[in-house]
């Protein structure tokens, strides 16, 4: 029968661990027998890491399509032609969506919750294809657990499936609940920047960015419509938002407009004009060198301020995966700890507090196996920092106003930088 | 099935009281099921009774434990006739429960399954569309053939259901009920064709799935919706975007004819001349053959457009191949930007966006490179998302950009990922072979990792010198001679055998070693791998026909080897050799021709991208991401040659939507108003609330009266809103005032990739033109075409601060430097810079710009461990002020505005970087838009090219240089059309005159030792409260001048460096706070005129915040 196998996007969904236990399994359709992850598992021993899976696999029958996210694979199984970044999108959905429902998207977590999750998943997908992923919408339909309501359910045989039937979804404004009321009413907005850069030996920038994103936790009643200002809109290259922000308003004025969902969300998501020279807060002088004879080899990383805006430089965290032939560290650290790992050999080194009187300086010596040849690269130094207050681009909020209710809210905006992807080159 | 009327007993009575009807049937049926399916399955039992139990608390209880079997992939199919009973439960969360049951089981127990199915048809008239919904939603999951006459009922009620979420529920279904029973395919189509009418922003998405899977083929019942599809689309959820997005895609490849040129001419694969001819070519054929695009056509790629914004990964890749096979070629580029940007998601996402550009960049080179940083590879990432990278930085690499590319492989050889080190390596081999200025710097950087520790390096290093000396027969028998000599070391087969095939293809050029290598072999062929004792013959073979008087008995005793190899393959070639090359009686015709058999030039292998033939598959699908056709995949089909009748898309009212060719650069597009809450759904629902919320929303106010309009749903609909489509098409035409406005901040917004385009597009005439021109363009002259394509080329990555003089220092350092720093540090250096660097610098100062980015590489190169050098920050904050050139009153309708890009001018570094907009507000199109005479005379402006054509409305952004010689006195000179002549004039604000300058502090200080006693000016000034941060003095003092800030230890001093532009005479600035509103603002240049100038901007700035 011709056209018979017409296909849904999403036909089951497996989670598996990294032991390789499959601990949740839904069909929107017909079941898929477990025998086809063969495939993915003969793909994940070969894998070094996790992250080394090719997140498309193909086998006779069937396409595998999986994410990996909290050490957990979520596995979607797929029959006919589908774009691949419409199921990896949609299953990090259900991975921020357990994240956002439970705090954290681990095993032991969806196991815990196993009956919520799996009411969820009958919600976000209709016979495969993706039905209610708006967090707001979902929370209406499935109450997100708290201590108190599980205890009381257990005595009352209450439930976490809401009464009330959604809203939202029938509106053209499916991310916003109806009558929603607040005593308080607030909203903050957090304005992250992550610089990502990769620094060469000498300390010379080889690439540099500035990604940020703004976070906005928005608790106000009735119906607000919210518009947001910058002062220096220009510094602002790409950017992408939620589906709340009136897009014509900001290709004509360059401001945020929008009728926010309730609670947290991301209001956008922005690039800095790359003709901006990123300011790179901290230098690293660094010496890591192994000895071609001895077995052994030497590490000295001081970490001091550069353009730090005025700000104190806090967080710092150096990360070295060091070459899998070293054995033992043997280092003094004249601020903060370290710890290295002999499994997984990463050495990291919390600092804390950025000290410019002070700076931080780790060093003393690497035991290298014996017999084992110098290792030929020098590993990388990844950095983690943050520095509170400022805005590395420079960007700032002007204005926020708020037409459509009555009340006057209570308004903030905060800044962070951090490092992103902040790799030294050795 | 004693269950059965039991239940519907209950099904019946369950309006009455529930839980004291429940009990007493429960218990009968539970017992009579119980016998059917108890037996082996004890362990469920508790499970059991707790469902049959009476209190809703256990039945949930119960109902948890079960769905938490299926979870796990357990069975609880047992469980059927307990759990179906439940199905008309009060309480919602069981009652969903048992759903989830029912949709996973039903298949199995046909019979059992059918006694919900009366639940099921009462729910779907429930007065509550939600229970409608889902009423529906779970009875077409029930996969039970039996109740599809009954699907198909409830699927035609619910199309016409008067909730929208209900009919979107019923698009869902029609997929689900084709799948179970594709005989319904007719009726199906039917409901499909009465679903695609519908205007809800709900049911369009699901409505086209169903159409992608049910008939994909019946393009004619998109025609009439094909306009409303396409204007809904900014406000469907975004999964239905995705879906309407590819089916569009098809649609029009069917529906429009190409807009791309005949013959290609737009062909980026001809690498060389990306940067000057291929825009005169296309501007020479657009300008021969106007193409005019199906109004239709661009109204998808204009509303197709804002969704490179979301948030969704998937929408922004469908809008991005939606333009690769749908625009024309140079407005595919708009997409670089949103896919680079996804490459900062997830390890996934970026895995598959990674894979889409590698096809894309091997075509259009040009729309990636001026992002190839953002691919710089990390030691963090994931295997296979390096690899990517690299494809895609190895199809990036040009004659320009490849010293950086190399730079960077450089470092990759050494990762510790052993795997990725010989991709590296390939790649390196695939640059070598593609650009031939590198080879054999390539090459020698490949033999010197010959030496490398590890064997894979080494292998792979040896298989691509292997092809590269193929490519390059010439003398290179130097490095035959090393890999001779290295030879003994390398265990790799592969390795081995590619030395050997080496060694026997050139033996004539090492006649002494090959037979010693062949001796070595003799001794050692039995311990060989298969293919290496291939190679072994083959060179045995070889040297007897070259050198048969030395190796004569060391052939034979190989082919005596050979004949007893457990290999079979290698027994067949041994006698095959044999029988070519000895000759003997038997042997035949070939004999004589052994030697033109075996040692005919090979054709040299072509090294290209493993993704060369990937664009057979539409971008952005499974198919093109397996390389592999998959199930389902649907041919993206070609244009038509001929359009097809257009009007079919019409809709009652024949009224186009106005379009125009793009003639002139980029034509604005009328605002598609689109009301961003557009639909009808949103005024019904949210009604007063939301009136609120839109009343500010000016814009959108006349076309959501027209949408509200058709509201009333008479069959004035598609009039009306063809006649919003109107009004706001042509409000967006009479307002090109405020257009005006709105095209400099999008100027602002691409401002980089549009001044880079100017410039390539006027840089090649610039050169031509000097001849006549005779103000004394001397410079201008002089450049070549090579020199103003270097300069473009810096264009893309410079930062306004690179300087003229200091970039030249530097670069004379470095050239110093390298060698030995390079040399001494012993390591595998695969460039000696000076050998190719691509881009001759002129030793005139004038003209070096070389991009910042190759500078401060460069500098890495040679600074080993001295302290990082401070780099100097630009934040060219502060809005660009526009300055109007010429009002449309005085220009006949022609109106011009400027702005200072501050950037450095493309044509002469001695000018300023002027930017025009030139308006159309006239209601004709105006010609020949140029410069005409200049006043003083001698006035050295560089022109814009004649912009030909501007059409009404129209606007356009043209680029000028224009040498002030360090005066602000202005700039008059005659803009022309075809008709008339304006007299205007630039008159250049003093901080305009400068170039920010990088500078250390310890050097601002000595530079500023020198310049004292008359070349100082200074005065002390009153500030703003409100400016007294470093960030607010910055920004202030950036806002007045073009000037670079130089980092600074002290809290209290604020330093700025630059250059004046003309003459580079060093302009020094600092203010030092005193107390709270006082500051003391110092400048030190010889310029003294300039020094009293700025100082009056920058106190009169300082002083405001």
Redesign the interface.
């Known amino acids: ?1 011709l ?7 999403i036909h089951s969904l497996f989670l598996i661990n990294l032991s390789g236990d ?6 929107w ?3 898929v027998g ?1 025998s086809v992850l063969d495939y993915f598992f003969e793909a994940k021993e070969k894998a ?2 996790p ?2 899976v ?3 696999l ?1 086998t006779p029958h069937h ?1 595998l399509i ?4 909290g050490k957990i694979f979520f596995l979607a199984v ?9 199921v ?5 959905r259900v991975a921020d969506t357990f994240q956002d429902y439970f705090g954290e998207c681990s095993e032991n977590v969806i196991k815990d919750n ?2 919520i ?3 969820l998943l ?1 919600e976000m997908l ?2 495969g ?3 209610a ?1 708006e967090s707001n919408v979902l929370k209406e339909m499935i109450r997100p657990p708290t201590i108190l309501r599980s205890v009381v359910n257990t005595l ?2 209450g ?5 009330m ?2 809203t939202g ?6 991310w916003r609940r ?1 009558g929603v009321k607040y005593t308080n009413n607030e909203a903050y907005f957090d304005v992250i920047e992550e610089i ?1 850069a ?1 620094l ?8 540099a ?1 500035i ?1 940020g994103v703004i976070e906005a936790c928005v608790k106000l009643t ?2 607000p ?1 919210l518009t947001l200002s910058f002062m ?1 809109p ?2 602002l ?7 709340c922000v ?4 900001w ?2 004025e ?1 401001v945020l ?1 929008f ?1 926010p969902p309730d609670g947290n969300f ?1 209001l956008m ?1 922005y ?1 800095v ?8 807060p901290i ?1 690293v ?1 660094q ?1 890591i060198s192994f000895f071609e004879t001895g077995s052994c080899g030497r590490l000295d990383i001081t970490i001091g301020p ?2 730090t ?2 700000k104190t430089v806090e967080g710092l965290m150096v990360t070295v ?1 060091m ?2 032939a070293v054995l033992s560290v043997n280092l003094t650290a004249s601020q903060g700890n370290f710890t290295y790992d002999l499994a997984t050999k990463v050495l990291v080194w919390d600092i804390g507090k950025l000290n410019p009187q002070k700076l931080p300086n780790l060093k003393g010596s690497l035991s290298v196996q014996a017999g084992a ?5 020098n ?2 130094l ?1 950095i983690n920092l943050k520095i509170q207050q400022v805005a590395i ?2 960007l700032k909020v002007n204005r926020l106003d708020m ?2 209710e009555k009340y006057k809210p209570f308004k903030g905006v905060k800044y962070v930088t951090k490092a992103g ?1 902040f ?1 030294v ?1 050795t | 099935m004693s269950t059965g009327p039991l239940y519907n007993d209950q099904g019946g009575a369950d309006t009455a009281v529930e839980a004291g009807q429940e009990s007493t049937p429960t218990t009968s049926s539970a017992g009579a099921a119980f016998g059917l399916f108890s037996t082996d399955f004890k362990k469920n039992e508790d499970l059991k009774e707790m469902l049959e139990s009476n ?3 256990l039945k ?1 209880e119960a109902m ?1 434990r079960v ?2 079997l ?4 357990k069975t609880a199919s047992e469980l059927f006739p307990a759990v179906v009973k439940n199905v008309a439960s009060k ?4 009652k ?2 048992v ?2 049951y029912l949709v ?1 089981y039903a ?1 199995e127990q046909q019979d059992l399954a059918l006694l919900s199915i009366s639940t099921f048809q009462r729910a779907l008239k429930d007065p ?3 229970i409608r919904a889902s009423a529906l ?1 779970v009875l ?2 029930i ?1 039970v053939p039996i109740i599809v006459p009954i699907m198909m009922l409830a699927i035609k009620e619910a199309a016409s259901d008067m ?3 209900v009919r979107k ?1 019923s698009a ?2 029609i ?2 009920l ?2 179970l029973d ?1 005989e319904q ?1 007719e009726q199906l189509i039917e409901v499909i064709e009465k679903l695609l009418k519908d205007k809800s ?2 049911v369009a998405g ?1 409505v086209v ?1 169903a159409f992608e ?2 008939c994909p083929d019946r393009i004619d019942l998109i025609h009439k919706n094909y306009r409303k599809l396409c204007n809904l689309l ?2 469907v ?3 239905g975007q ?1 879906v309407i997005i ?1 089916m569009l895609t098809r649609y029009a490849r069917t529906q429009f004819i190409s807009p791309w040129k005949e013959g290609a001419a737009f062909d980026e694969n001809s690498e060389k001349t990306f940067y000057d001819s291929d825009h005169e070519e296309k501007k020479d054929q657009t300008e021969a053959k106007p193409y005019i695009m199906d109004p239709d056509h661009r109204l998808l790629l204009r509303n197709t457009k ?1 969704l490179l ?6 929408v ?3 809008v991005a191949q939606l333009y690769w096979h749908l625009a024309p070629k140079q407005e595919v580029s708009i997409v670089t ?2 896919l ?2 996804l490459l ?1 998601s ?4 970026q ?3 990674l894979q889409n550009i590698a096809t894309m960049s091997i075509q259009r080179k040009g729309m990636f490179e001026p992002f190839m ?2 691919f ?1 590879v ?3 990432d ?3 998302i390096k690899t990517l990278k690299l494809e895609i930085l190895t199809n990036l690499a040009n004659e320009a950009n490849i010293s950086t590319i190399l730079r ?1 492989f450089q ?1 990759y050889v ?3 990922d052993k795997a990725f080190a010989a991709a590296t390596i390939q790649a390196i081999g695939r640059c070598a072979t593609n650009i031939s200025e590198v080879t054999d710097t390539c090459l020698n950087g490949l033999v010197l990792l010959l030496s ?3 064997e894979t390096v080494v292998a792979e290093s040896v298989v691509v010198i292997k092809k590269l000396l193929q490519t390059q027969p010439t003398q290179h028998s130097e490095i035959i001679k090393h890999m001779a000599k290295i030879f003994d070391n390398i265990t790799v087969p592969m390795a081995r055998a590619s030395i050997l095939w080496l060694m026997g293809e050139y033996c004539e050029k090492v006649p002494k070693i090959a037979p010693d290598v062949l001796r070595k072999m003799a001794k050692s062929f039995t311990t060989e791998e298969d293919i290496v004792k291939l190679q072994i013959v083959n060179l045995a073979a070889k040297l007897y026909l070259t050198n048969s008087k030395q190796t004569k008995l060391l052939t034979q005793y190989i082919l005596n080897l050979g004949k007893y190899d457990q290999n079979y393959d290698i027994r067949d070639r041994t006698r095959f050799i044999r029988q070519l090359i000895v000759p003997s009686e038997k042997s035949g015709a070939l004999n004589k021709y052994a030697r033109r058999i075996l040692l005919a030039p090979k054709p040299a292998p072509v090294l290209e991208s493993a993704f060369k033939d990937r664009d057979r598959y539409q971008l ?4 093109h ?2 390389n ?1 056709k ?5 041919e993206l089909p070609d244009w038509p040659s001929e359009a097809p009748d257009q009007s079919v898309r019409n809709v009652e009212v024949i009224e186009p939507v106005k379009e125009w060719a793009p003639l002139v650069g980029k034509v604005k597009q009328p ?1 598609s ?2 009301k ?4 009808e ?2 005024e019904k ?2 009604g007063g ?2 009136s ?2 839109s ?3 000016s ?2 106010s006349s076309s959501s009266s027209g949408s509200s309009s058709e509201e009333s749903g008479s069959e004035s609909d598609e009039e009306s809103s063809e006649a919003s489509e109107k009004t706001s098409s042509d409000s967006g035409k009479s307002s090109s005032e405020s257009e005006e406005s ?1 095209s400099e ?2 100027s ?2 691409n ?2 990739n549009k001044t880079k385009k100017v410039a390539q597009k006027r840089s090649k005439p610039a050169a031509v033109n000097s001849d006549s021109d005779k103000n004394g363009n001397g410079p201008v002259a002089d450049a070549t075409s090579e020199e103003s394509s270097s300069s473009s080329e810096s264009d893309s990555e410079e ?3 690179s300087d003229a003089p200091t970039v030249q220092k530097k670069k004379n350092d470095v050239k110093s430097k390298p060698k030995e720093g390079v040399k001494s540090k012993k390591e595998v250096s695969l460039l000696d810079l000076d050998d190719f660097s691509p881009a001759p610098v002129n030793n005139t100062p004038k003209s070096a710009f070389v991009s910042s ?1 190759l500078l ?2 460069l ?2 190169l040679s ?18 002020k526009t300055h109007e050139l010429l009002h449309h009153m005085t220009g006949k309708g022609l109106s011009a505005k400027y702005h200072f890009p501050r950037q450095p001018c493309l044509y002469q570094p001695s000018m300023v970087a002027v930017q025009v907009i030139l308006t159309n507000s006239s209601d004709h199109s105006l010609e020949e838009i140029h410069i005409g005479s200049r006043n003083p005379a001698n006035l050295n402006i560089h022109c814009f090219n004649t912009v030909e054509r501007l059409e009404p409305g129209a606007s356009v952004t043209v680029s000028m240089g224009i040498d002030f010689s360090d005066s602000t006195q202005a700039a008059n000179f005659q803009l022309c059309t075809k008709e008339d002549q304006f007299n205007v004039s630039i008159q250049p604000a003093v901080g305009e005159l400068l170039m920010p300058s990088t500078m250390t502090e310890q050097d601002f200080c000595k530079e500023q030792g020198k310049l004292l006693g008359m070349n100082e000016t200074s005065k002390t000034i009153t500030m703003a409260t409100a400016t007294t941060s ?2 607010a003095v910055n ?1 202030q003092v950036l806002s007045v001048a073009n000037i670079g800030v130089v ?1 600074c230890g002290l ?1 209290n001093i604020h330093r700025f460096a630059g250059r004046t532009v003309s003459s580079g005479a060093l302009v020094l600035l600092s203010v030092e706070m005193k107390e709270t509103s006082c500051g003391l603002l110092t400048i030190n240049t010889e310029k003294s005129v300039m020094a009293s100038m700025l100082l009056r901007d920058l106190t009169h700035a300082l002083a405001q915040s």
């Open positions: 029968m056209g018979f196998f017409v296909g849904e996007m499959i601990f949740l399994e839904k069909h359709k017909s079941v477990r070094v890491n992250e080394d090719a997140p498309v193909q396409y999986s994410i990996y996210r797929i029959q006919t032609e589908v774009p691949p970044l419409f990896i999108e949609f299953l990090h196993l009956v999750v799996y009411e009958e209709d016979n294809f993706p039905l992923t009352t045989g439930t976490n499936v809401g009464d039937l959604p979804q029938l509106s053209n404004i499916p109806a990502d990769i060469d030996k000498s300390g010379t920038t080889v690439f960015e990604q009735g119906m419509d220096n220009r510094l290259d790409d950017v992408s938002f939620h589906p009136r897009f014509k308003r290709e004509s360059r407009s009728i991301t998501t690039h004009s790359s003709q901006n020279l990123v300011a790179i230098y002088k010496n550069k353009q805006m005025g995966p070459p899998k040849p110098k290792p030929e690269e590993p990388a990844n681009s420079g037409y459509g992807k790799q080159r | 209190k809703e608390s949930l948890k769905v938490g299926i979870a796990k992939g309480n919602i969360e069981l969903k429960l759903y989830v996973r298949e509550n569309q939600f939603r077409s999951s996969r909730s929208p979420y529920t869902h279904a997929q689900k084709y799948s594709p395919k922003t709900l699901s799935v899977e049910v900014v406000d959820e975004e999964w995705v590819s804002p914004q979301s948030r969704n990964t998937a922004v890749m469908s930007k949103s680079v940007r900062r997830h390890r996934e996402v895995y598959i966006v940083k953002s710089y990390r030691s963090t994931a295997t296979h960077e470092t050494k990762s510790q490398n520790r590890d952005g699908t499974l198919s991401s397996l592999t998959a199930t389902g995949y649907q605002k108003d689109q961003f809450y557009s639909d759904e949103d629902e949210e609330s939301e609120s919320g009343e500010d929303d814009s959108s709105s901040s999008d602002e917004q401002k980089k930062d306004s601060d980015s401060s590489d500098e890495g600074l080993s461990n001295v302290s990082p050098t401070i780099q100097v920050n630009t934040p060219s904050f502060g809005p660009i470093r960030q920004k980092s809290d």
